[in-house]
Nanobody, 122 residues
Framework: QVQLVESGGGLVQPGDSLRLSCVAS????????MGWFRQTPAKEREFVAT????????VYADSVNGRFTISRDNSKNTVYLQMNSLKPEDTALYYC???????????????WGQGTQVTVSS
């Protein structure tokens, strides 16, 4: 088990950037693939991006590809989501998650943070 705490959300204008962080507890962070998901009241939890244990492989949702970048620093037990060119439709509660394999389905991940709110509005 690993405990996850997200931060970095906020209210920004369209076109702005934000960087989300997710810090994991414990000594086993490097064993986990990490993912970012997002959810709004009107939608089910949606895949955003995922990164492999050593950071060598990444996968992005089509809706964020080219605008968002996922990265990790295993020495700091932290995964990041750099979000550029934000759009109103990116507004959501963003969660990080830890799992044992690179995947885009939420059920693959068994450790979740509490989420950080991102609101994009003019």
């Amino acid at each position: 088990q690993v405990q996850l705490v997200e931060s970095g959300g906020g209210l920004v204008q369209p076109g702005d950037s934000l960087r989300l962080s997710c810090v994991a507890s414990g000594r086993t962070f490097s064993r986990y693939a990490m993912g970012w998901f997002r959810q709004t009241p009107a939608k089910e939890r949606e895949f955003v991006a995922t990164i492999s244990q050593n950071g060598g492989n990444t996968v992005y949702a089509d809706s964020v590809n080219g605008r968002f970048t996922i990265s990790r620093d295993n020495s700091k037990n932290t995964v990041y989501l750099q979000m550029n060119s934000l759009k109103p439709e990116d507004t959501a509660l963003y969660y990080c998650a830890a799992g044992l394999s690179l995947a885009i389905t939420p059920r693959t991940y068994n450790n979740w943070g509490q989420g950080t709110q991102v609101t994009v509005s003019s």
